[in-house]
């Protein structure tokens, strides 16, 4: 019995190894960076043309135009309305990472976590995702977690993410699709094919697909052998609140930039448009450029909208980070 258990460790510690190594080896590629670049620019040259076209129209400048489009903004309600948001969004937030914690890794506080998840959010300005990684290295340090169990947590949260997104765009091309645009006709078959997905990976990671395969054996991916689907229906629960207010939030802002909009409008556009927000910073300028097109005949209501709305919510979350930033650094190195 003790020799095949020193035989598992042995496997084990060489899996970790080879992840090790493989991580160490591998380089940004320049493709990728050029991509981004690309997509970063083909952003900003559509905004140029449409915004200089609609000016056009106008008989103005382009800078007499969107200096007309910011000064009919109502900022005061605005700013109020954003704020309680941004502060709504933290607490639920927080309280997902929490949950998350507790069912995988360990029984941490929330009032524990509101430091580590606001300190997050500095980082967060750059990549969310790092600042998950951000998350992990800081209860490593503080409580002596190892990274890869909250590294692997921090995994379950984004894949999460992407599903729970998915979701209540759905649900809300099941009520509105109607009057979307032609594009949105794709999502009955990609929310089928998600379906498809998520079932295949719940019984793999249940061992009941391709039981030997070691894969899902590595460590970085325990939280997904731990979970059930009663976590998954969890998160979106957790989750959901802070889409919903988004939503309500959105159509208020918009009404405040002139802008005429629904809820139920809304909901199938904003996972979409905040899926494209949570990933690598290029895809936060196709996130600002998809208002323009999804409101073509408000184009310099909704490029002003979707750049002051998004960059106030992760600078204002980075402000909340600042907030908490001094008791982050006495619980890292005191």
């Given at each position: 019995m003790t020799t095949t258990n020193q035989a598992e460790e042995q496997t084990r510690t060489s899996?970790?190894?080879?992840?090790?190594?493989?991580?160490?080896?591998?380089?940004?590629?320049?493709?990728?960076?050029?991509?981004?670049?690309?997509?970063?620019?083909?952003?900003?040259?559509?905004?140029?043309?449409?915004?200089?076209?609609?000016?056009?129209r106008e008989g103005l400048s382009l800078a007499a135009y969107m200096t007309q489009v910011f000064s009919n903004v109502a900022w005061v309600p605005w700013l109020g309305l954003m704020i309680a948001y941004s502060l709504f969004y933290f607490f639920v937030d927080t309280l997902v990472v929490t949950r998350a914690l507790n069912w995988f890794v360990a029984n941490i506080k929330y009032k524990d976590i509101l430091p580590i998840r606001a300190s997050a959010y500095i980082i967060s300005i750059f990549n969310e995702q790092i600042g998950k990684g951000a998350m992990a290295y800081y209860l490593n340090k503080r409580d002596q977690i190892p990274g890869w169990e909250v590294g692997s947590v921090m995994l379950f949260i984004m894949f999460c993410e992407v599903f729970y997104l998915l979701v209540w765009a759905s649900i809300g091309y099941l009520f509105g699709g109607s009057g979307l645009p032609e594009a949105f006709s794709l999502m009955p078959a990609i929310s089928a094919g998600a379906a498809i997905f998520f079932v295949i990976w719940l019984?793999?990671?249940?061992?009941?697909?391709?039981?030997?395969?070691?894969?899902?054996?590595?460590?970085?991916?325990?939280?997904?052998?731990?979970a059930k689907l009663k976590h998954y229906l969890m998160f979106l629960l957790l989750r959901s609140?802070?889409?919903?207010?988004?939503?309500?939030?959105?159509?208020?802002?918009?009404?405040?930039?002139?802008?005429?909009?629904?809820?139920?409008?809304?909901?199938?556009?904003?996972?979409?448009?905040?899926?494209?927000?949570?990933?690598?910073?290029?895809?936060r300028a196709a996130a600002i450029t998809f208002w323009v097109i999804l409101f073509p005949e408000n184009e310099g209501q909704m490029a002003a909208f979707g750049f002051v709305q998004h960059n106030f919510f992760i600078l204002f979350n980075a402000v909340i980070g600042l907030i908490f930033w001094r008791r982050a650094q006495r619980e890292l190195f005191n």
């Open positions: 899996d970790e190894a080879s992840d090790d190594t493989g991580t160490a080896k591998k380089k940004v590629s320049p493709a990728g960076r050029i991509v981004f670049l690309i997509i970063t620019a083909l952003c900003f040259v559509y905004l140029y043309y449409r915004l200089n076209g609609a000016a056009a019984l793999y990671f249940q061992g009941k697909i391709l039981p030997n395969n070691r894969f899902r054996k590595r460590r970085i991916l325990d939280a997904f052998r731990q609140p802070a889409l919903l207010a988004a939503v309500i939030v959105y159509s208020i802002a918009l009404n405040l930039f002139g802008v005429d909009a629904s809820f139920m409008e809304l909901l199938p556009y904003l996972p979409v448009i905040f899926f494209a927000a949570a990933v690598p910073t290029p895809m």
